[in-house]
């Protein structure tokens, strides 16, 4: 839209104050009490040590005591569900991109305090294949990641790269998946990630094959490590 019109209609309609995370009245569209309670609550849940996916006990979910991911460890903001899943749904369908500011700083801030992430040295978004982003018109992880390395002082490179899905993903196993993504993710040409750390930004974990895919290539690449941050975590299935 033409920014003059945009600033017209914000004038005429102002944008209404919500929360971020429930979309309910709130002033300086800070989060309101009940999410923080939420957040706060949910915090304190069990979460896997490397995957960061909810588990009801113990220290390392079943996947993570099984196999080895290329990337070191993933935190998320909360568990995907909740008000939390309530943000990414308004975020990635009713396409509500400013939420990206507020729910960016939430990832950020979730990151600061862990010591393995001070030493990143780039954030790189998920990719999304160009035929889904010309559908959506925009890539939230994208959008997540500029508000991530804005509040981490670290330079967004969108190094990764990702080809249209030839496959539907529905009916296969974890494994062909994986093979699949891998191949659909690709590197740009002209880039030197050669013994970087990274930050891979997604907006959900779910199975972890697309993180995983993702963290693969750019190990390839030549990436020293790869520590991932998604704002929410599904707790695993079976
Ligand atoms: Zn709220
Ligand atoms: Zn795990």
């Known amino acids: ?18 929360c971020p995370l429930c979309g309910g009245n709130s002033p300086g569209s800070a989060i309101c ?33 099984e196999r080895q991911w290329p990337f070191t460890l993933c935190r998320a903001v909360g568990p995907y569900s909740g008000p939390l899943k309530e943000a990414v749904h308004r975020l990635k369908y009713q396409g509500k991109q ?17 010591m393995v992430y001070r030493s990143v040295d780039m954030v790189v978004p998920i990719p999304m294949a160009p035929s889904k982003l010309r559908r959506r018109a925009f890539n939230q992880a994208h959008l997540l990641a ?30 062909q998946r994986e093979k699949n993504l891998q191949q659909a993710f690709f590197l740009v040409d002209n880039v030197n990630i050669h013994q970087r750390k990274i930050l891979l930004i997604d907006d959900v974990i779910t199975t972890g094959s697309t993180l995983s895919a993702a963290a693969d290539v750019l190990r390839q690449g030549g990436a020293s490590a790869v520590l991932a941050l998604t704002l929410a975590a599904t707790p695993r299935t079976k």
């Open 98 to 114: 400013q939420l990206a500011t507020p729910l960016g700083r939430l990832m950020a801030q979730q990151v600061v305090n862990e």
């Open 146 to 175: 500029v508000e991530v390395a804005k509040a981490i002082d670290r330079p967004l490179n969108e190094v990764l790269q990702k080809k249209t899905d030839t496959v539907p993903q529905a009916n296969l196993t974890r494994q």
């Open 33 to 65: 009490l009940d999410c923080s309670c939420w957040l706060a609550a949910v915090q304190k849940e069990q979460y896997c040590y490397t995957c960061g996916r909810p588990i009801g006990k113990g220290s390392l979910c079943n996947d993570c005591l």
């Open 1 to 18: 839209m033409n920014y003059l019109l945009e600033g017209l209609l914000n004038l005429i309609f102002p944008p209404r104050e919500e």
